[in-house]
């Protein structure tokens, strides 16, 4: 991630950032935003083409869409007071596990089922199955095409 001179990331990471700030004001009512990051992580999933963190909190069940280029998380609805209200680490895998994945949904025939239950445990080899059989439903018997239309919208979540 890069920084400017005052601390602040720059690029989609600021962007990301300054809504998270926002929202923190506006929900947490002035409160000021953290600065640190707690040692406990959350692990990220794909959910129709977007990368996804829910909220560690037991009762908060809250979720947002996160970006690759800052890999931390803070709920501004209940404000994680399990850490203190810090910033939790998300745990992205890899960076070939993560360019592996995301070709491998881009196969896929829409964006509603461009999904990767990391957080739920699927792993890269759990998901090239589900591929295959997404194709087994759109080839019949002679590997002709159904005539399903294959739709590519969402993608640019995954630039």
Known sequence: ????????????ARNYYLWI??????????????SETTDVSVVPYINRGRWIVECPEPDCYSA???????PRFLCT????????GKWVPIAFPEAAEIEEGERTLLQRP????????????ETLVDLQADNARFMEELLDDKGNGTGRFVMREGLEAFR
């Open 1 to 12: 991630m890069t920084y400017d001179r005052a601390g602040e990331p720059l690029g989609e």
């Open 21 to 34: 700030s926002q929202r923190w004001r506006k929900r947490q009512k002035g409160k000021p935003i953290p």
């Open 64 to 70: 947002i869409v996160v970006t690759k280029a800052e």
């Open 77 to 84: 609805r209940c404000a994680l007071p399990s850490t203190g």
């Open 110 to 121: 829409s964006v509603g089922r461009m999904d990767w239950d990391r957080h739920k445990g």
